[in-house]
């Protein structure tokens, strides 16, 4: 890559880069603390965790910050990892492969034929409750399997910066064909940029039509092999074991294609896929190594957990003392009970952990993401491609929506919708917009209460629209980096005037009763006389008994004074508020 491109600068020490990296493992090229990282990002509105990936155009700015100059590194069969013990040679490691698809169409049953095992009649109704991590050996090469209760779960850990999976197969039941569930998951697979296979399952069923599952699936995007496409789709009956060894033999080849290989020999790195707190052995968490080899005794750190490795079991209860690339693993020893979808990663001691631990938990919090912020971003370059995320009332709303949203951009920044439908706004969609790191867009249609408290705990912007011609102007605005914010009032309290002071200093000085709310020092005011605005003023100046205080309530007198000139009389009414920023 040419040095002179922009953002290399000249005369900086020049360092090479991934195309994406964790906060850790830059601190670490840029020799400074992870915290320092994070600060950084901060300021540019880059809310970022320790173990968070960055791109390279990221990493590089900031690489430039503490005086470095980033180039792309050249790709190498096998590189030495930086914390590495060995030699640092990739090898081929185990696929690792979530089952996905509509409720009751087979998922767990086709993981009980692989596996040999009977897990379906262990669940409650038969439908999988928990996330499962289970490692398989067919026909002497290993599988992991992710059992997800839904791909809400996929996409948690997504959201939490983990791709933790290689392949996704489709389970798609041949009786009841393509299901609004089975959309969700085509999305959110779609989202991750993860293969997808598909398996036809329940083939063995009177009314099974095969033929019309591919052509929803073609509508849908996922055009077979045998119809001139690139999606592997297999026939299978799980309950009567017909068509699994075709699968395997299929999802080898697929996995033989990615050239799926890790590193082992260095520190390891890897998911958290569940977690709880056990009435006995405290928390337990079910950690998925991605890189180098996990060991009894690590010093790990999940997010705001951290702990030493005291025991270590395998998916069927075995104890084991280590763990390498793509195995999943039961850990005991972490201090408090980890969140799903974590990123984890073993440090030198247990000193650093605590370090760590305690000056990332300020970096949690994250702005949420309005129009008018992602507007800001699109105008600064920071974004290319704007995810959405849209929901309609009705069916017949959504493809002219969706195709006047991806008609709009420049050559610099398109928009992508990435899942539509009808409906209410639901927590899925919270969890696939914050994974995707988009906005979610609503037109005549309400949010689920579950969705709302979500969407404030994931920073993700829920925009609704009722008049389509509206929704397109900010879209189109967005995507070229000129929409303005808007800013909505807030009353925070209302007040009489019983009294009115002249000041050589101050001018005129109302005495007012607060009557409802608070009044703040730094209020915006409006008065009110008979009804009519006389004036709009900022409060100058709040005494109580000849004391200056920040903020009066209800109930209580204060002297107030504003900037300007405003001539109060008795009896004139003044609001207090303030305006916040709504998009």
């Avoid at 669940?123 to 599988?143: C, D």
């Avoid at 007040?495 to 009044?519: D, N």
């Avoid at 005494?543 to 300007?564: M, P, Q, T, W, Y």
Wanted: hydrophobic content about 40%; proline content about 4%; overall charge neutral.
């Amino acid at each position: 890559m040419d040095d002179k491109r922009p953002g290399l600068k000249e005369g900086l020490p020049k360092i090479e880069l991934p195309p994406s990296i964790t906060v850790k493992q830059l601190a670490d090229v840029l020799k400074v603390e992870p915290v320092k990282i994070i600060k950084q990002l901060m300021r540019k509105g880059i809310m970022a965790n320790i173990n968070q990936t960055l791109d390279f155009d990221t990493a590089s700015i900031t690489a430039t910050d503490f005086g470095y100059a980033a180039k792309a590194a050249k790709e190498r069969k096998a590189s030495p990892s930086r914390k590495g013990k060995g030699k640092g040679k990739l090898s081929v490691r185990p696929p690792v492969v979530t089952v996905m698809g509509h409720v009751d169409h087979g998922k767990t049953t086709l993981l009980d034929v692989i596996r040999k095992t009977n897990v379906t009649a262990s669940e409650a109704g038969a439908i999988t409750q928990h996330i499962g991590a289970y490692q398989t050996l067919v026909e002497g090469r290993k599988i992991t399997f992710l059992d997800t209760p839904g791909h809400e779960a996929f996409t948690v850990m997504r959201s939490r910066g983990a791709q933790a999976t290689d392949i996704v197969i489709l389970v798609v039941a041949a009786d009841d064909g393509v299901m609004p569930q089975t959309v969700e998951a085509i999305d959110h697979a779609k989202a991750a940029e993860v293969p997808i296979m598909v398996a036809i399952n329940k083939i063995d069923k009177p009314d099974a039509n095969p033929e019309r599952v591919k052509q929803q699936l073609a509508d849908l995007g996922l055009v077979v092999e045998e119809w001139g496409g690139d999606t592997v789709c297999v026939p299978i009956s799980a309950k009567q074991g017909q068509g699994i060894s075709d699968l395997l033999e299929n999802l080898f080849l697929v996995a033989d294609i990615l050239e799926l290989k890790a590193d082992p020999d260095s520190a390891a790195e890897g998911v958290i896929i569940e977690a709880k707190l056990d009435k006995t052995k405290g928390p337990l968490a079910t950690f998925l190594v991605q890189k180098g080899t996990l060991r009894l005794g690590d010093v790990v750190v999940a997010g705001s957990a951290w702990g030493k490795t005291k025991a270590m079991f395998d998916d069927t209860g075995k104890q084991v003392h280590k763990a390498e690339p793509s195995t999943p693993v039961k850990v005991l020893g972490l201090n408090e009970v980890a969140k799903s979808g974590e990123l984890f990663i073993v440090l030198p001691d247990e000193h650093e952990a605590r370090s760590i631990v305690e000056k990332q938990k300020y970096s949690r919090l994250r702005p949420t993401l309005s129009l008018s912020a992602l507007s800001s971003q699109i105008s600064d370059g920071q974004i290319k491609e704007l995810n959405i995320v849209l929901k309609t009332d009705v069916e017949g709303s959504i493809e002219p929506i969706k195709t006047s949203i991806e008609r709009l951009g420049t050559e610099k920044t398109k928009a992508r919708v990435i899942h539509a439908a009808s409906g209410s706004i639901t927590e899925s969609d919270v969890l696939l917009a914050s994974a995707s790191k988009g906005i979610i867009i609503g037109f005549n249609t309400p949010t689920t209460p579950g969705a709302i408290q979500l969407a404030n705990v994931e920073a993700v912007g829920i925009q609704h629209y009722d008049v389509i011609y509206k929704l397109i102007e900010d879209m189109d605005r967005t995507l070229k980096g000129m929409l303005e914010p808007t800013y909505a009032e807030v009353l925070s309290g209302r007040a009489e005037v019983r009294a009115v002071f002249s000041s050589s200093k101050l001018g005129k000085i109302a005495g007012v009763y607060i009557m409802e709310g608070k009044v703040l020092r730094d209020d915006k005011v409006r008065i009110l006389r008979q009804n009519k605005t006389i004036g709009d003023s900022r409060v100058s100046s709040l005494k109580r008994f000849k004391e200056d205080v920040a903020e009066v309530s209800a109930g209580l007198e204060c002297g107030l004074g504003i900037e300007g000139s405003i001539d109060f009389q008795i009896g004139d009414i003044i609001e207090f508020y303030r305006e916040e920023r709504t998009g």
